[in-house]
């Protein structure tokens, strides 16, 4: 227990035993608080209390009128497991090696989670009742109940302090998308409650037709069911006399579940609704008084350290954010940072720095399309009637961005005057110290925060099992050189001296080095030399040494090398090897039969990504799960 929490107990227990003072002691004692989280899937804050007329959100309204509503908080990835990742550990997702989607990370050796901490400072913990931490543990372990009915009314003693949190995941993509999903999602509202596809504005990215519409309505008519779902959650809080010893939060996962927010790194993807809601004698520790918003900056790095610090718990040294409600603070913080990485079956590294007006994002693989074809999201009907309108060109010109073949190195938006992040300033002689400030500020993070994201997954995964360790610990107990692989990855290094990194001692050094080479092959004057990277020791070299040699009209080469990997033992290297197939497009058309068998791998993502090859080789429209 924490040092607060058992002076608390004692004082109680003194009190209770005094015969010479008839007192109340449950009325003047302030035990430690109970925490409650209310947490919802893919929505961007498309709540009334943030301002938005088509919502219809009265419950989560009443609640930013009885606590304070944060006008910048972001998740830390757009997507579910990479920040819930981030959430339970108190850890950047990058920090760790669970910036991949469905990666299952090592868990860092000697490093408890908070809801571990919290239990063992005499709370009893519930989850209700999603994990999906994407880390490789025993998700139920942590918690004292973990599961769909989980509550903090199974407590066998109603006086023990409680932190639960509730999921609601009917706001999920699933149920936009899903016809038999979203029926049972709303099956509790009225017509007068639905949301009409007439009554929505569009996005300006978006086609504009019937289907979209309807699924735009659908996005606002599933919030308003999840409303509902924390009304009664609340209500039964107030029934259980427990509402004036419980302090409330409420935030979603990340953005809306829709092309160009989930997944994304703009404001649609990473901007979320919290709201903080503090009992009376708890209203010292919110950062103003209720009823009114705040622009300070919140990340989800600091979910952990402010449950932690409202429980009396000293937050641990590792965790890497701060909290952000309660009494002796640290300064606010002027950046929050995030990343995307791989996303089901692709990848495409993309780090983000956000201050209170400004969003950067820096793209470590701009020669991917902005939107690559993923198979979740393009079975959706807004991602298909994008693509309907970019075949018959009828997309307008922001939405003509998010179906671009490349990217820019970098982007920097003003978030005031551009709220949907459509206008470019990296570019803009007036923006250029601005941008120096971002770029640097990436930078250090990226050291500080020792980015894992630069280590190829093939590559990290291997060192994890080869020194049977976290790639947390693999990085702060070795001399990895962190600002070297990420100014090679950036090509921020002559050509001469990429060529040299092809025989560096460093994996992830040679990896990028020729990724970048291949990215400016017409600049090469001859290949012979570059030859012996082709039978290099680690697969993801070799890998990007044959896509150099693919790009430039020696395919011949490279194909053998991955087609070769395509066989290969671990599941990571054989979606690697699919992956720059696919994106060789023609000149990978003699590897069919190679591409062909590995149509009943076991991993679901390489063969979504050889199926996508195969339909785009073949003309076909083979469709897989």
């Not at 819930?84 to 299952?104: E, V």
């Not at 490789?136 to 066998?156: E, F, L, N, V």
């Not at 999920?172 to 016809?179: F, K, Q």
């Not at 291997?462 to 001399?479: C, F, H, P």
Request: net charge negative.
């Amino acid at each position: 227990m924490s040092h607060r929490f058992i002076f608390l107990l004692l004082t109680a227990t003194l009190l209770s035993c005094s015969a010479s003072k008839e007192i109340n002691t449950a009325a003047q004692i302030q035990l430690p608080p109970n925490i409650l989280w209310i947490t919802c899937e893919d929505i961007s804050p498309n709540l009334g209390c943030y301002g938005d007329e088509n919502a219809k959100t009265p419950h989560l309204d009443q609640l930013a009128t009885e606590g304070v509503l944060y006008k910048n908080a972001f998740a830390s990835a757009p997507v579910c497991a990479v920040a819930r990742s981030s959430i339970i550990s108190g850890l950047y997702a990058s920090s760790q090696g669970t910036q991949h989607m469905r990666c299952n990370g090592k868990r860092p050796a000697g490093i408890k989670l908070y809801p571990e901490l919290l239990r063992q400072a005499g709370y009893y913990c519930t989850n209700n009742a999603k994990t999906d931490y994407n880390l490789d543990m025993d998700h139920k372990s942590i918690w004292d109940g973990c599961s769909s009915s989980a509550h903090w009314r199974d407590r066998t003693d109603t006086t023990q302090p409680f932190f639960s949190i509730f999921n609601f995941n009917t706001s999920h993509e699933s149920r936009v998308n899903g016809d038999d999903t979203y029926a049972r999602a709303v099956k509790n509202l009225t017509q007068a409650q639905l949301t009409k596809p007439s009554d929505v504005p569009l996005p300006p990215y978006f086609p504009d037709t019937e289907k979209v519409r309807e699924l735009w309505a659908r996005y606002y008519s599933i919030i308003t069911a999840m409303d509902q779902q924390v009304g009664e959650l609340l209500q039964q809080l107030e029934e259980d006399g427990l509402a004036e010893n419980t302090i409330v939060i409420f935030y979603s996962d990340h953005g809306a579940g829709i092309p160009r927010h989930k997944r994304w790194m703009y404001d649609t993807g990473l901007r979320v609704p919290l709201i903080v809601k503090a009992p009376d004698k708890y209203k010292s520790w919110l950062p103003q008084a209720a009823n009114t918003k705040t622009d300070e900056l919140v990340s989800f790095i600091d979910l952990a350290p402010t449950a932690l610090h409202l429980a009396g718990i000293q937050v641990p040294d590792h965790m890497e954010g701060r909290p952000f409600i309660g009494e002796d603070l640290s300064p606010k913080r002027d950046y929050v940072y995030a990343g995307r990485d791989r996303m089901d079956e692709r990848y495409d590294m993309q780090r983000s720095v956000r201050d209170e007006r400004y969003l950067y994002i820096r793209y470590y693989e701009p020669y991917k399309p902005f939107c690559q074809y993923m198979n979740t999201p393009e079975k959706g009907a807004i991602m298909q009637a994008i693509r309907q309108a970019q075949g018959s060109k009828t997309l307008s010109p922001s939405g003509q961005r998010l179906v671009a073949a490349t990217k820019p190195n970098e982007e920097l938006f003003d978030c005031h005057s551009d709220p949907h992040n459509l206008y470019n300033l990296a570019d803009d002689p007036a923006f250029h110290d601005k941008l120096k400030e971002m770029r640097r500020v990436h930078a250090q993070w990226s050291d500080d925060t020792k980015d894992t994201g630069l280590i190829p997954e093939t590559i990290l995964r291997s060192w994890e099992a080869k020194q049977d360790a976290s790639i947390y610990d693999i990085m702060r107990t070795q001399d990895v050189p962190v600002t070297e692989i990420r100014q090679t990855a950036l090509a921020e290094l002559s050509t001469q001296q990429l060529i040299s990194n092809l025989a560096h001692a460093n994996e992830a050094i040679r990896y990028w080095a020729a990724i970048s080479l291949g990215n400016q092959v017409q600049q090469l004057s001859e290949f012979e030399s570059l030859a012996p990277a082709l039978r290099d020791p680690i697969p993801a070299v070799r890998f990007a040494a044959a896509r150099l040699f693919v790009k430039a009209s020696k395919a011949e080469k490279g194909l053998a090398v991955l087609t070769d990997g395509l066989e290969h033992e671990d599941e990571w290297v054989r979606l690697l090897a699919a992956q720059i197939l696919d994106e060789s497009g023609e000149d990978s058309r003699p590897a069919i039969t190679a591409l062909q068998s590995v149509m009943d791998d076991d991993n679901k993502y390489v063969v979504r990504v050889a199926n996508h090859a195969l339909n785009e080789l073949l003309g076909t429209h083979v469709e897989v799960r």
